[in-house]
């Protein structure tokens, strides 16, 4: 059974950090490509970040300096580093992935930026 686990999400000041984790099972996390998306209030869901299983990454062009997502294979688990936390990156955050040609999708975790 795949299981995708968010945490780490929560109530910042704008200008803050936080460090979401997404703990997986299931799946040979080593060699799977691992994302974040978010879906902020009324919007659709966007890529923020996604990082291979060689380490490459990729960032939205909104998060680019400001969040880095890293992976710990022996823990099986994706991290998403966000600092300068602005007001617009106030969303539901969720890991995903694609084993065996399914995508799954953790339960998502808040991400609340206040002023």
């Known amino acids: 059974q795949v299981r995708l686990v968010e945490s780490g999400g929560g109530l910042v000041q704008a200008g803050g950090s936080l460090r979401l984790s997404c703990r997986t099972s299931?799946?040979?996390?080593?060699?799977?490509?691992m994302a974040w998306y978010r879906r902020a209030p009324g919007k659709q869901r966007d890529l923020v970040a996604v990082?291979?299983?060689?380490?490459?990454?990729n960032y939205a062009d909104s998060v680019k300096g400001r969040f880095t997502i890293s992976r710990d294979n022996a823990w099986n688990t994706v991290y998403l580093q966000m600092n300068s936390l602005k007001l617009e990156d106030t969303a539901d955050y969720y890991c995903?992935?694609?084993?065996?040609?399914?995508?799954?999708w953790g339960q998502g975790t808040q991400v609340t930026v206040s002023s």
């Open positions: 299931g799946i040979n996390f080593s060699i799977s490509r």
């Open positions: 990082i291979s299983n060689d380490g490459s990454r």
């Open positions: 995903q992935t694609t084993w065996k040609t399914v995508n799954y």
